[in-house]
Every structure is written in C-alpha cells, then in structure tokens.
C-alpha cells in the first residue's frame, strides 16, 4: 500500500501516518508540505491513494488536484478538510475527487472513507453529505460566491481570513498585482465594497 499524505501542519500529517500505519502496516508512506511538494511527490510512483488537505501554501489543495489529474488519472484522491461547506466538496468531486472528509471524522471513518475510495468508490463524510442535500432542497437561483472562479475563490477566502494582498501572493505564488486584480474582480462580482464586505459575508455563510 502506497500512501501520499498532504498537508501544510506536520502534526496532521504525523497524526494521520500513525493511524494509517496501525491500518497498513507495511504501507509505504510519503508526506508533503505544500501543495507543490504534492504534485511533485506525486509523479515519483503510482500511488494507491492521496489524502490532500485544501489549504495548503504555494498551491492549494484543489489546484494540485487538478494538476494530479492531468498527469496520472488514475490515482485516487481523498480530500481531507476543516471546511464542511458544500461549496468545497462539490468543486472537489468535479475536480475528480474521489472523496471529501472533514477532519474531525472519527478514526474508524477516514478508514472507511479511505478503504471505500480505494475499492473505486466515492466517499463524502456525513455532515458534507447533509449541506450538500440542504443546498440541493434550498438552492438559491443566484448566491454571490458561487459566481467566483475557482482561483477568485482562493483569494476570496483568504481574504476573508484576514490576509492581506502581499501574503496572498506568497501563499498563491502570484504577482501582488495580480492577486489585487482578482480582489477587484470579486468585490464587483459580489457588488461589495471593501475587505469588511467580504469578511461579512463570509461569516453569515459559515465559508471561514
């Protein structure tokens, strides 16, 4: 067993390596810190599954998805995350996902999760399953974030963390410019004003 695990908290990783390694115990096990050290990794071996969390520095979680995906299809991915929102899980599964978690899934469901992905099945962890059939019943003709690009997201949430646009640019490995370019395009996307808009309105849709 060939296992990839992803994320920018070495405590997460190491925690997540033990609990596997008790599963599979002669797995092999490689971490990576970023999302560019993921995609890298990811081209050293056909690996039997990935477990990425989404925010990671450099690149994110769903953009080294999407790099994966080009480059070797077959590896499964399991997306592992504090964001319960339906709004990452279904871009993630569009992306080729072939699950999505929370990280506060008891042990014995990651490793359903992770043995059900592994048998070429998709897994979404209870409580995105419950807002993502929520969003299904409740579903509004036009919500303002969901117009957003995938990387006008990136930079939505991180602006809505607080980060200002020179730590935007080094998280996202972009030009200061270019990130302010997609913090212009959002505010008129969103019709708002100001950073404050956008931690608002953040907060009232629990993407933060």
Do not use: C
């Not at 690149?59 to 504090?82: D, F, H, N, R, V």
């Not at 299904?136 to 990136?154: F, Q």
């Not at 930079?155 to 020179?166: D, H, N, T, W």
């Not at 998280?171 to 708002?192: F, G, H, P």
């Amino acid at each position: 067993m060939r296992i990839l695990i992803a994320d920018d908290h070495d405590i997460v990783r190491k925690g997540l390596k033990l609990i596997l390694m008790e599963r599979y115990p002669d797995g092999y096990f490689l971490e990576a810190g970023d999302g560019e050290e993921l995609v890298a990794k990811a081209k050293e071996m056909d690996w039997d599954i990935i477990i990425s969390d989404i925010s990671m520095p450099h690149k994110t979680g769903l953009q080294a998805l999407k790099e994966i995906k080009e480059i070797k299809p077959q590896i499964p991915i399991l997306i592992l995350s504090i964001y319960s929102e339906d709004l990452y899980a279904t871009r993630a599964m569009k992306m080729g996902a072939h699950g999505y978690v929370t990280k506060d899934l008891a042990e014995e469901e990651l490793v359903k999760a992770i043995e059900t992905v592994l048998q070429g099945k998709k897994f979404i962890s209870p409580t995105v399953a419950e807002k993502l059939a929520n969003s299904l019943v409740n579903e509004v003709a036009d919500i303002s974030h969901k117009n957003l690009s995938d990387r006008e997201m990136d930079v939505f949430k991180l602006l809505a963390e607080g980060q200002s646009i020179a730590a935007i640019a080094q998280l996202l490995s972009l030009n200061a410019s270019t990130v302010s370019t997609y913090r212009s395009r959002i505010l008129e996307k969103m019709n708002m004003k100001s950073n404050a808009d956008i931690v608002r309105y953040a907060l009232e849709n629990k993407l933060v």
